[in-house]
């Protein structure tokens, strides 16, 4: 079993035994292999395959016959961000929901992310519109402050896709609200998306959902937030916005009523899937190319081909122009 499977756990130095007289090389103190990936670059036969905690989390190994190890310590190289796109099964059970995403999250700073996304629904998911209704909670709740405490005690951003939210309007519409809610690494609410689109579906003797019965939809599109990952957009499409798209899922079995069909993945401003879960309760990483990204924007520059004499222009506060 090599780094890939255990990436956490220290890289250990053998020496040769001293001839003697003389006397022994200082012994050289074991390194963790997360240390190790920032220290050495990877070279250039290093495989770039998608990441998935459904297959132990498959990073690229280090060739170790590289030209490029000697100089590793000498100049560092600068590593792109990593994202953690989480999966899960949530149900009614609040409790045990905020258990397994605490576990994801705890799992992806190990690996080394910088950000992690939990899914729509994160907080529950709930079997009927009353039980639904009953489980909401504001942003100021117990909930959302103990998701704050874990983006603070691992030093991580969490971008909570999916909150019911009781608004200030409740006690008067007794309705909630569907909250992508951001936060940093101290904690904070940085950005709270409330959803402008709902869903509304009925696919005849299969499928009835319709959110706009119990979720009143948002009032404004919310400006991108500058995170280690570049702009986090909340609307983003991968080739026509030409941004990096990070879907989180739920899979499973969430309760009678409800089966999901999982998945969650990461596309690039190509429209590459560049990681995908598979099956079941997990995560899958991500390296954000932000130079690729940028690259792509000046060699395709799809938003200056844009004709808002034509359509118009949907804009956010503080929102600047796309470079």
Known sequence: MGPSRHRDQAAAVTLPPPHPGVPPAPRLRAVPWTLLRCLLPAPPCTPRWPHSSGTLGRYPTLCHSSPHLPHAMADPPTLKPLV????????????????????????????????VFLPEGFDYIGSNTAQTLSLAEGLDGDLMGRYAELAKEY???????????????????????????????????????????????????????????????????????????????????????????????????????????????????????????????????????????????????????????????VAATGLAPVP
């Open 84 to 115: 953690a796109v989480g999966q899960v099964t949530s149900t009614p059970d609040k409790e045990l929901n905020f258990a397994i995403c605490a576990g994801l999250v705890r799992e992806a700073t190990h690996r080394g992310a910088c950000l």
């Open 155 to 313: 030093g991580v951003w969490l971008s909570l896709g999916g909150f019911h939210e009781r608004g200030q309007d409740w006690p008067t519409t007794q309705r909630i609200y569907n909250c992508h809610v951001l936060l940093d690494p101290a904690g904070n609410i940085v950005a709270a998306y409330r959803k402008t689109h709902l869903c509304d579906v009925e696919l005849e003797g299969r499928v009835t959902m319709k959110e706009s019965s119990f979720t009143n939809p948002g009032t404004e599109i919310v400006a991108p937030i500058s995170t280690p990952a570049g702009k986090v957009l909340l609307r983003a499409r991968a080739i026509e916005s030409q941004c990096y798209v990070v879907a989180a899922a739920q899979t499973g079995k969430n309760h009678e009523h409800r089966t999901s069909y999982g998945h969650a993945l990461v596309v690039d401003p190509w429209g590459a899937v560049v990681a995908q879960c598979h099956e079941g309760t997990g995560l899958c990483y991500a390296e954000i190319d932000l130079n690729y990204l940028h690259r792509i924007r000046q060699e395709i520059p799809v938003h200056s081909h844009r004709r808002p004499d034509l359509y118009g222009t």
